[in-house]
C-alpha cells in the first residue's frame, strides 16, 4: 500500500468510526466531542504505528514526542479537526491524514465523514472555474480581521465554515475561492489539506508567501493562504498593504 492509499484508508476509517460514534448516542454536546477525539486518534496512532514503524507522528491528541524531529517522514493527523462542527451534528468537520517529508507536506488525504468525500493527493482532478465574485471562506465563530479586510479589498464574498479542513477542500470543490487564514493553527491543522491542495496545483504559503515548513520544534503556524494561482499574487499584495 502506498503513503496516500494508507493516509486515504485511515481517514476513511476513522471518518467512518467517528460517524458510528455520534449516531450510536453514546454522547452529547463537549462529551462527544472528547469522545471523538480520543477514539480516532487511538486508531489512527496504532494504524500509523503498526504500517510505518520507522516514520516518525505528530498528532493534536498525543502528548509530542521529540524525537519525529530526527525523522525525515513524519505523519501528522488530527484525528477530528473541527470538533465543535462534530458535535453539533454538522457536516464542516474533516479527518486529517498528511504525511511531511524533509519539512514539506507531500502526501495527505481529508475526509469530510458529514458529505461522504475523501480527497487525497494521488487522485485529482481540476478545480472548477471561479465565478466573477470572489468566494473567501472564513472562520463561522471568529473570522480573521485580515481576512475579513482582504475579502473587502477584492469585493469577494464571506462564506463561513467550521474546520480548516473542511475550508481548505472547499477550494479543492470549487465551493470557494480563497482560504486566508491569521488567527494561528497548528502543522496537524493543515499538514494534510496542504498537501491535498498542492496535488490539485493550488497555490499554499504563509500570509507573507514563504513556504509553508512541517515537523518543527514548535509546532504552532501563525497564518495560511490556499486559492487559486491565478489569485495568488493579488491577495498577497492585499495582505502585504495592510
Not at 473541527?82 to 495527505?108: K, M, P
Not at 469577494?156 to 465554515?161: G, H, I, K, Y
Amino acid at each position: 500500500m502506498t503513503d496516500a492509499e494508507l493516509a486515504a484508508h485511515l481517514a476513511e476509517a476513522a471518518g467512518r468510526i467517528l460517524i458510528e460514534t455520534r449516531e450510536s448516542g453514546v454522547a452529547e454536546g463537549q462529551a462527544l466531542g472528547d469522545a471523538g477525539d480520543v477514539i480516532a486518534n487511538r486508531f489512527l496512532c496504532e494504524a500509523l504505528r503498526a504500517a510505518r514503524p520507522d516514520d516518525g507522528l505528530l498528532s493534536e491528541e498525543e502528548k509530542d514526542n521529540s524525537a519525529r524531529l530526527s525523522h525525515s517522514r513524519v505523519w501528522i493527523v488530527d484525528p477530528v479537526d473541527g470538533t465543535r462542527e462534530y458535535s453539533e451534528g454538522r457536516s464542516d468537520w474533516a479527518v486529517h491524514v498528511g504525511l511531511a517529508i524533509d519539512g514539506e507536506a507531500q502526501v495527505g488525504a481529508v475526509a469530510l465523514p458529514g458529505v461522504g468525500l475523501v480527497l487525497r493527493s494521488d487522485r485529482v482532478g481540476e478545480v472548477p472555474p471561479s465565478p466573477d465574485k470572489l468566494r473567501m471562506v472564513v472562520s463561522r465563530t471568529r473570522p480573521a480581521a485580515e481576512a475579513v479586510a482582504v475579502a473587502e479589498k477584492l469585493g469577494a464574498e464571506l462564506v463561513p465554515m467550521g474546520s480548516a479542513g473542511a475550508k481548505a477542500m472547499a477550494i479543492v470543490r470549487g465551493e470557494a475561492d480563497i482560504y486566508l487564514h491569521s488567527g494561528g493553527q497548528f502543522e496537524w491543522d493543515s499538514c494534510a489539506p496542504v498537501a491535498v491542495a498542492k496535488a490539485y496545483s493550488l497555490h499554499c504559503s504563509r500570509i507573507d508567501g514563504s513556504p509553508l515548513v512541517y515537523n518543527r520544534a514548535d509546532t504552532y503556524m501563525p497564518d495560511l493562504l490556499i486559492c487559486r494561482q491565478e489569485h495568488a499574487e493579488q491577495v498577497l499584495a492585499e495582505i502585504a498593504a495592510l
